[in-house]
């Protein structure tokens, strides 16, 4: 038994070293090194289980995990545990969780929602009393109840096979005993020094006034006392007890309109997801409050195009995609709320019929003169999937908002509160305007792809309003370029905004020119790429293939 163990970690150590590549870290992030052109990794190949995360020693622990006998959602519970601690401009148990999850034995795909909500005395009225006319982007306003501790709880509850303490150990070792900061990570860092000015989150976050250079060894024992109690005492602690006590009781200090009660009727919800097909795929999406919808209604619009025959990231191809995406996000910003407060016209926006009206709206030889892009923001975000030896399966996101969220940490717990609460609209006659009780515009979205009745795919692209037309782009390098599930994410990017298009460095002198006739306006735009991970599934073999993004830390591992 011990010689078994010894070879697997050994295999999961030579298959780290396999997908890890050198990164400079004087290049601008999101245009190194992969969108030169070249090819920087290969796949990572297993048979009996498979996790792809943002950081290595997040990968490492849900290997760990599945090694133990654990299935992908424990796995994938103690991943995203140990990102709040590795990863903490990114994620934090202070953010919201969305979750695709298939159960091979039942033969069933369900997706939980565990975002939060506001205060219930939240409103455009009460903030506009305190002298504030429009959402703020961060401090305690943002804050919104947060539901990822909630989700993990509900993930291992439904489908787990261990206890929350045995999967939370890893991130508590690390908080507790410390890691070193990676390169890609401690670029990221920088950004706490916005903050400085905040005492608990100078104390936790600048050790000696300063980010933590790359190398440096990091420890947040305020944090991994707070995983300890979640461990013992369950989410309960975090939602009405000695935790949700503490986090009233800051924001309450910090002018914030939260109350225990806010945090004790918080739930997370299990729901069921969209879908449409593509090409012979059915791809799964989340419906509002998050943005699946504008990923589906691209592809819907993009099937009706020779893609292939246009060339791959041809001026002639990005137009149709940049064109296809400004219609379906258009549609993104008019109709992504809470569907506790409205209702969106899903099975229209959805359907062929409607791509087909709004494939009319493109013209191949020019640009549209008007697009919607809906709440911008929400960059910091971790996204990481799992596939276990029964292929269970396990796509899931998590997020604070943007970099640090709200900027606060909560007292001595350690906590990143989030800032999701910049996505509602101050606009009253906007389904997503400030509510109480209500979830704000949210843009994370994990995704699965089924081919004949099975997965086929589970991944996702992080990055904000990247993450739908990121989706888009690496999934039709995989189905209508061939490409394998590392090279598809790989391969350079185009990120549309309201006022440009942002092209990654591959992409060449000629496409841009050409993409200027039909009258883009090209922008520069650095590390605005997202950050890609998959894990593809052989029909045939049973084999499992993992991709990890070069633009983040992290990589795929099997065994």
């Not at 999101?30 to 997040?58: C, E, F, H, K």
């Amino acid at each position: 038994m011990l010689r078994a163990k010894t070879a697997a970690l050994t295999l999961a150590f030579v298959l780290l070293l396999a997908t890890m590549s050198p990164v400079n870290s004087q290049q601008p992030l999101g245009d190194r090194p992969t969108p030169t052109g070249g090819r920087t990794r290969a796949a990572v190949r297993a048979m009996n289980g498979m996790i792809a995360t943002s950081q290595p020693l997040a990968s490492a622990a849900g290997l760990r995990i599945l090694q133990q006998g654990g299935n992908a959602i424990d796995a994938a519970v103690a991943a995203a545990a140990v990102l709040c601690v590795v990863e903490p401009m990114m994620v934090s148990a202070g953010g919201d969780l969305f979750a695709l999850v298939w159960n091979a034995k039942s033969k069933e795909l369900k997706a939980l929602n565990a975002s939060g909500r506001s205060p219930q005395a939240a409103t455009i009225d009460e903030l506009k009393k305190r002298g504030i006319d429009r959402m703020p982007q961060h401090g305690i306003h943002t804050v919104t109840v947060p539901g990822a501790v909630d989700g993990w709880a509900k993930l291992l509850e439904k489908y787990g096979t261990m206890k929350l303490a045995q999967v939370l150990q890893p991130a508590i070792e690390y908080a507790e005993r410390g890691f070193p900061v990676t390169d890609v990570i401690g670029h990221d860092w920088q950004v706490a020094l916005n903050y400085k000015t905040h005492g608990d989150f100078a104390a936790t976050f600048l050790p000696g006034g300063q980010p933590p250079a790359i190398g440096d060894i990091f420890k947040n024992k305020n944090l991994g006392r707070t995983l300890r109690l979640i461990a013992q005492k369950g989410p309960d602690v975090f939602y009405r007890g000695e935790l949700a006590e503490k986090l009233v009781q800051f924001a309450q200090a910090e002018g914030g309109l939260h109350t225990l009660r806010d945090f004790a009727n918080h739930t997370s919800n299990w729901i069921d997801p969209i879908s449409t097909t593509y090409r012979g795929y059915t791809c799964y999406e989340l419906p509002p409050n998050t943005q699946g919808l504008a990923a589906l209604e691209m592809l819907n619009i993009l099937e009706g195009y020779d893609l292939k025959a246009l060339g791959h990231n041809s001026a002639e191809y990005l137009h149709l995609l940049i064109e296809a995406k400004k219609l379906a996000y258009a549609d993104r910003a008019r109709h992504i709320s809470d569907p506790a407060f409205y209702q969106a016209p899903l099975e229209k926006l959805l359907s062929k019929e409607y791509a087909a009206q709004q494939r009319q709206k493109i013209d191949a030889a020019k640009v549209a003169n008007t697009s919607a892009n809906g709440p911008r923001g929400g960059e910091d975000t971790v996204y990481l999937t799992v596939v276990d030896k029964d292929h269970n399966a396990v796509s899931l996101i998590q997020s604070i908002f943007s970099a640090f969220g709200s900027g606060l940490v909560a007292g001595d717990t350690g906590i990143v509160l989030h800032n999701r609460g910049a996505g509602f609209s101050f606009d009253p006659a906007s389904p997503n305007k400030l509510d109480g009780n209500k979830r704000p515009f949210h843009t994370l979205i994990p995704a699965m792809v089924f081919k004949d009745g099975q997965p086929w795919l589970t991944y996702g692209v992080m990055g904000g309003d990247m993450q739908a037309q990121g989706h888009v782009q690496v999934l039709l390098n995989l189905i209508d370029f061939g490409m394998d599930v590392q090279r598809a994410g790989e391969a350079p990017r185009f990120r549309h905004f309201e006022s440009g298009v942002a092209l990654e460095s591959a992409i060449g002198p000629d496409v841009r020119k050409a993409l200027e006739a039909k009258g883009h306006k090209l922008t520069t735009a650095p590390g605005t790429f997202g950050g890609y991970q998959a894990i593809l599934l052989d029909p045939l073999t049973g084999a499992l293939a993992g991709g990890s993004d070069v633009r983040k830390d992290g990589c795929a591992l099997g065994w």
